[in-house]
């Protein structure tokens, strides 16, 4: 089945630094979502984005709609150890389907 | 805090043999579905129900998968006869009537020897 494109698709970072990562489409999405997933677990909803251009902040975590819908970015501001995990972005289309990316998987060094 | 609950976490069986893994949505979500994640990818959708009936099965394998959700409450996944390639975390998701967030549970992770 498709997934969408994730970049990148794993990163080391210091902790205390600042992470960026995006998720990309071919096709027009009508609401964006971030999980995180940790080893073992179901994943885990961070941030839900419902309109073209929307900036939604949650705690360290901000993520915008892409203007064109087909794409999204997360960030996240102060790393700490505890973020370490792959981040999910999935787009939702017509009749609720949801597609998901491929994954970024970010660890944290201490 | 409500959430989606899954049972078996793990499984192990050996291919050829007969697998089912259960789901019980978050109370109140008439939308349910199964996904399947292979490791190191994102999940892929095997079906959605709205209450009891299936809205999407598409991708769902249906020589050996099937799913019900015979009371639109909670929901059963079977594999058989499990093969070496279904191997992967099985995890339903619930979602309420007029909202676009998905809730996953734990998930389900098979082995097939």
């Known amino acids: 089945g498709q997934q969408l494109n994730q970049s990148p698709q794993s990163m080391f970072i210091q902790e205390g630094e600042d992470v960026s990562m995006n998720c990309t489409s071919s096709?027009?999405?009508?609401?964006w979502l971030w999980y995180k997933q940790d080893p073992g677990e179901g994943p885990v909803l961070l941030i839900a984005?419902?309109?073209?251009?929307e900036l939604t902040s949650n705690g360290r975590l901000t993520a915008q709609f892409g203007i064109t819908r087909k794409d999204s970015f997360l960030n996240i501001s102060a790393s700490i150890p505890s973020d370490v995990g792959i981040y999910f972005c999935a787009g939702l289309g017509g009749y609720q389907k949801v597609t998901f990316g491929i994954g970024t998987k970010l660890q944290v060094i201490p | 805090e409500a959430e989606v609950a899954q049972s078996p976490r793990y499984k192990i069986t050996e291919k050829s043999q007969a697998v089912a893994f259960w789901c019980d949505p978050i109370?109140?979500?008439?939308?349910l579905y199964w996904y399947r994640q292979i490791l190191g990818q994102g999940p892929e959708l095997l079906v959605q129900?709205?209450?009891?009936?299936?809205?999407?099965d598409s991708q769902l394998p249906k020589d050996r998968f099937s799913a019900e959700r015979l009371k639109g409450v909670d929901s059963t996944l079977k594999i058989q006869p499990a093969e070496l390639g279904d191997s992967a975390m099985y995890l339903c998701?619930?979602?309420?009537?007029?909202?676009?967030?998905?809730?996953f549970g734990p998930g389900t992770r098979l082995l097939v020897l």
């Open positions: 109370s109140g979500h008439a939308t």
């Open positions: 998701a619930s979602r309420r009537g007029g909202m676009e967030t998905q809730y």
């Open positions: 984005l419902y309109k073209a251009g």
């Open positions: 096709s027009i999405f009508n609401t």
């Open positions: 129900f709205q209450d009891e009936s299936v809205v999407d």
